[in-house]
């Protein structure tokens, strides 16, 4: 097989294997995907070339992979494990299920990037090629060595080179990467495409290692599909970024996501859970935040703490704390000296976030013992891993812009799908809700204003459906993901109208007790009161009333009639309803004459003698309304 002989730009590149100092790797005067000059015919003869599938920018994908480090690049030393600068390009190049060499000279990969540390997969399942480019930092760090600092370096090359690669994959130590997704996550505001960080616990040279399956899940992950988070890939995994921890040291299973499914499993082949994938709703341009504030620590619960320990971590500079308290966020209730001390120290601005030590569930108020720091000032934490609580408090604090209230009600939102539970009360918004996702996702809906309109679309349809089938459980539901109970469908029906038709009492007693209005019309001037009566709904109907609902003016006035037509036909309970109603029994109908009246003519015995006892009680009363007719005898 004739060889192809590197072009001089690589050959110079080898010499120098840390070329890309300035950390920008796009190759000069290239767009993306541009179309590459094709092989010379010259080149036809050679031996293999027509197996190889002919290169197309549509079929291919760019990705940047920074290696800041960790065990996957490490050889062991006289002092034991420490990173190997310089050594993984040329490593991978010589895994073929990491590169296709053939494929990398047939394409001009290498003239055409200028770059020596670009290599390329072979075809996907999904018949993608993947090209990465690998950004190697110097020195290379254990993630133990990490700072805040790198976590700014990071982002900055993501941002530098964002519009270039189609995906980011950051090599990293297992130990801290937890921190540093974390932090990512907040960092990469309006985030458009994948960033996922991965790393190994066996270095990547050795004959038995996990790095191999974890570079290459990460990069397929990274190329081939648009899942706009801060990730992490692990032994067949992919969390989000800012859900995880490490929880084992020695086994290739190190990482679990306590509180949220996994975004995707690589099995036969890549699952997605595309409905755990954070939506950002935003049409704001991706941009990183470096700044971070640095005042902030992490400061665990243990029996007998002294109140003096806590004192001292409190001092200022510090500006921001996680309290890893016991339980669903717990701590005595019975020291006043410790509670004291936290008191002070959000009195005087430190924001304390109470985060579980547990490794799953959430903090609530459920016991004494929590709600203490509540009255202490601390914000709860909800179901945030303590990685994800101080990087947000890093990021949050960083926002000199902000009050210092803001900045507490920016730590109780959701900013990244850091946390599934709403804090202090705040509600999840419907724009949350995975079923408005999905509507949304297949009407091809990206825009927070076209997501709100089609919720606000849905909710009535949704909150009515519930109402009328008397189903209490969903209206909750619906209702904890923002949607309004009050508001009516295009006919203006509430979900009231709708229970009351229904005569569901216990649905009915619910929406009152959300706020519902009685005095809602829909667009025939029915309230829920006409509903129920129409219906026939007694107890619905006392409910309603008791609540304040009453006829209008112009409804009593048309009653008559109908008052009439039911003394006609002899229905007492109908009349009773009217009664119950607050209707007035007495009102003459369209002809002048009233409902005793018309039962007396018609023979309707029963119905006289109700509506006699009906107008001795109103007397007795000393009801307002006049009587329009006469107890009648028969
Ligand atoms: N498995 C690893 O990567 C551990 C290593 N000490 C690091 O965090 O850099």
Redesign the pocket.
Same mark, same amino acid.
């Given at each position: 097989m004739a060889e192809y002989s590197r072009p001089n730009t690589l050959g110079r590149a080898l010499s120098h294997p840390t070329l890309i100092e300035t950390n920008d790797v796009s190759p000069p005067n290239v767009q993306l995907h541009p179309r590459r000059r094709r092989k010379p015919s010259s080149c036809s003869s050679v031996e293999n070339l027509d197996r190889v599938s002919t290169p197309s920018p549509e079929n291919e994908s760019r990705v940047l992979v920074i290696n800041t /480090? /960790? %065990?996957?690049g490490?050889t062991l030393r006289d002092t034991g494990?420490a990173p190997k600068a310089n050594a993984l390009v040329e490593s991978l190049r010589k895994l073929p299920i990491l590169h296709d060499e053939l494929y990398a000279r047939q394409t001009y990969l290498y003239e055409y990037y200028k770059l020596e540390n670009t290599l390329v997969l072979p075809p996907s399942k999904l018949n993608k090629r993947i090209i990465y480019t690998i950004l190697e930092y110097s020195p290379l760090? +254990?993630? $133990?060595n990490m700072t805040t600092d790198d976590w700014g370096r990071i982002g900055k090359d993501i941002e530098k080179n964002y519009e270039n690669f189609d995906g980011f994959v950051i090599l990293? /130590?297992? +130990? %801290?990467?937890a921190y540093t997704a974390s932090a990512l996550s907040f960092m990469c505001e309006h985030l458009g495409k994948p960033i996922v960080l991965t /790393? $190994?616990?066996v270095p990547i040279y050795e004959l038995r290692n996990d790095g191999r399956d974890n570079l290459l899940g990460a990069l397929l992950i990274a190329g081939q599909f648009v899942i706009p988070e801060v990730c992490l890939y692990f032994y067949n995994k992919l969390y989000r970024g800012n859900r995880v921890t490490k929880v084992d040291a020695s086994s290739f299973n190190?990482f679990t996501s306590p509180n949220l499914p996994p975004l995707a499993t690589a099995e036969v082949d890549f699952k997605i859970n595309w409905d755990t994938v954070w939506r950002a709703n935003t049409t704001a341009k991706f941009q990183v935040r470096t700044e971070l504030n640095r005042n902030v620590g992490l400061l665990r619960l243990f029996p007998g703490i002294t109140a003096s320990t806590v004192r001292a971590f409190l001092q200022p500079p510090m500006q921001g704390v996680v309290l890893e308290t016991y339980g669903s966020g717990n701590a005595p209730d019975n020291r006043p000296d410790l509670l004291e001390e936290l008191s002070k120290a959000t009195n005087s601005g430190v924001i304390i976030v109470n985060c579980t030590q547990c490794l799953r569930g959430t903090v609530s108020a459920s016991y004494a013992t929590g709600r203490v720091l509540m009255d202490a000032g601390l914000l709860a934490g909800g179901d945030m891993t303590p990685e994800a609580s101080l990087s947000k408090l890093s990021y949050v604090l960083a926002k000199k812009e902000l009050t210092l209230d803001a900045q507490k009600k920016m730590m109780a939102q959701n900013l990244r799908g850091e946390m599934s539970a709403d804090l202090e009360g705040a509600k999840l918004c419907l724009s949350d809700s995975r079923f408005i996702q999905v509507i949304a996702k297949s009407l091809s809906v990206s825009c927070k204003e076209e997501l709100e309109a089609i919720r606000d679309a849905l909710t009535p349809s949704l909150t009515c459906a519930a109402a009328k089938i008397g189903d209490t459980e969903a209206l909750v539901a619906l209702k904890e993901m923002g949607s309004d109970l009050r508001l009516g469908d295009f006919d203006g029906r509430t979900p009231l109208h709708v229970a009351a038709c229904e005569g569901h009492l216990r649905l009915v007693q619910y929406l009152l007790n959300q706020g519902a209005s009685v005095h809602a019309k829909d667009r025939y001037g029915d309230t829920p009161l006409c509903n129920a009566v129409r219906f026939r709904h007694k107890d619905v109907v006392r409910l309603l009333r008791k609540t304040g609902a009453h006829f209008s003016r112009e409804q009593l006035e048309e009653a008559g009639s109908e008052l009439c037509s039911l003394a006609a036909s002899g229905d007492k309970e109908g009349l009773d309803i009217w009664r119950i109603a607050g209707a007035d029994l007495t009102r003459p109908g369209y002809d002048g004459k009233t409902a005793i009246e018309v039962a007396q003519a018609a023979g309707n015995k029963d119905v006289v003698e109700v509506l006699n006892s009906y107008m001795n009680s109103k007397t007795m009363n000393g009801a307002a309304i006049e009587f329009t007719a006469k107890p009648a005898l028969l």
């Open positions: /480090g /960790g %065990t996957i490490m494990y760090l +254990d993630s $133990s990293h /130590g297992t +130990d %801290t990467m /790393g $190994s616990q190190a």
